[in-house]
């Protein structure tokens, strides 16, 4: 066979898009950032990406040469770590199994006569569809590879469906028109499975029909690991029948990943919304992640994730303080954010007060001292009550509006300045604020007597 049969080429590339859709859904910061948020489950843009695969290694004339091919294309998408992942290498894996030197021209004959453990799937195809995403997916949960892949259906009713699925390289089993006919094929085949492969030790039973729990009983008195695999409107759920857990697998295609702006617009109009409906001013974290997954069909540590590799969603927002500020007691308790917008609305309406505060910062005095820096957190509070009539303030958003000003944590000034203790206790040793703990936190303010 030439390694320019377009076939083989077909076969590989399909195998590629298959591990680049799997690493987009489970691991994305693997990709490389232009590449994120592409859909590559939509079929424009995997047909692209095949098309490509295809065309360069087409161009090889070795087998080796097309696997030296295939790993620089695949450096030009994923990053360096990506390669030491198990999606790659069973990609590789794949690709190795489709090398035409080490085919034998007896394909059915060489699968008996192998020595190692293989898994066998048996599709109903009158009854449950598996796209090769879903396929993909499976392969990642068995522990020997699918080696054997037989689907049953009346074909002449079936449109295309066969020659689709040919390609993907199932064997195909007809069955007359009429009901339970496929399936009674099915238990017909499967239960004599581990007769014609002695080898099987994994069995994917691919229906939603309850009659097939005899034929997944059978197999498993036969000493076989059997996945029962049912469909459940938009989800696939796949029942061990050794640890009895179910592994649940959405077929929805793979929402796009917002910008990190985009994201914190949404995050924003959620805090709103649970503000006004709480009538609370600090939301837990724990609660706008289930809504926010809710809404978006995605999860914040996704969003996290792929924008800011191995952050948190706590690290990433202190970054952005004018925007969204974090409150925590402690590392264990309960992470709570709320929008430092709230202590500025009444100076959007006017130009006056945020150019003054643009001024400001560009004049700002070095803090060399504790005088220093008690004396800048007097002007930080004093500014803020000039805009809010807050008389105190939650020491979280001082925090917060001191990084904004300075350009650094509060609790790295304190570092530099040799200050020893918290923020909160060195806020009580300053004679010219007020500190006092309402409920679980702390509020600051100016002492009327103060300087």
């Known amino acids: 066979m030439s390694y320019h049969d377009s076939a083989l080429l077909q076969k590989i590339s399909v195998e590629i898009c298959q591990s680049i859709i799997a690493i987009q859904k489970q691991q994305p910061e693997f990709l490389i950032a232009k590449y994120r948020t592409i859909n590559w489950q939509i079929s424009t843009n995997k047909s692209a990406l095949s098309t490509k695969f295809t065309a360069i290694l087409s161009q090889t004339q070795s087998w080796d040469e097309l696997l030296q091919k295939l790993q620089s294309s695949l450096k030009a998408v994923l990053v360096p770590a990506a390669f030491d992942s198990q999606i790659l290498s069973d990609l590789i894996s794949a690709v190795e199994q489709l090398n035409p030197e080490n085919i034998d021209v007896n394909t059915n004959h060489l699968l008996q006569r192998q020595s190692a453990s293989i898994t066998i799937l048996l599709l109903d195809a009158e009854n449950l569809q598996l796209n090769t995403n879903t396929e993909k997916f499976l392969t990642t949960i068995c522990h020997c590879p699918v080696q054997v892949k037989i689907a049953f259906a009346n074909w002449s009713n079936r449109g295309k469906l066969d020659v689709e699925l040919h390609e993907r390289g199932y064997d195909l089993i007809h069955v007359p028109a009429g009901r339970d006919n496929a399936d009674g094929k099915m238990i017909a085949v499967g239960s004599s499975i581990h007769e014609r492969y002695p080898h099987v030790k994994e069995v994917f039973v691919c229906s939603s029909d309850k009659v097939m729990t005899n034929l997944c009983n059978t197999l498993q008195q036969n000493g076989i690991l059997v996945y029962q695999v049912t469909q459940h409107g938009e989800n696939i759920k796949v029942f061990n029948s050794l640890t009895s857990e179910t592994i649940n697998y959405s077929l929805k295609p793979l929402p796009e990943i917002p910008s990190i702006e985009q994201f914190l617009l949404q995050m924003k109009g959620l805090i709103k919304l649970q503000q006004k409906q709480t009538k609370s001013y600090w939301i837990k974290l724990s609660i706008l992640s289930k809504l926010f997954k809710s809404k978006h069909q995605l999860t914040i540590s996704q969003i996290i994730a792929h924008h800011f590799p191995g952050k948190q969603a706590k690290d990433v927002f202190i970054h952005y303080p004018s925007e969204i500020v974090v409150h925590q007691i402690d590392e264990k308790s309960e992470l709570y954010v709320t929008l430092f917008e709230h202590h500025q609305s009444k100076s959007e309406n006017t130009q006056d007060n945020s150019q003054q505060e643009i001024l400001t910062s560009k004049v700002l005095s070095p803090i060399n001292s504790p005088a ?80």
């Open 372 to 451: 220093d820096l008690e004396q800048a957190i007097k002007n930080i509070l004093t500014n803020l009550s000039k805009v809010d009539n807050h008389k105190s303030l939650d020491i979280s958003i001082l925090a917060s509006k001191f990084y904004q000003q300075y350009g650094k944590p509060i609790t790295e000034q304190i570092k530099q300045l040799k200050i020893g203790g918290s923020f909160a206790k060195f806020l009580h040793s300053c004679h010219s604020l007020q500190i006092q703990q309402v409920g679980k936190k702390w509020e600051v303010g100016v002492k009327k007597s103060g300087l």
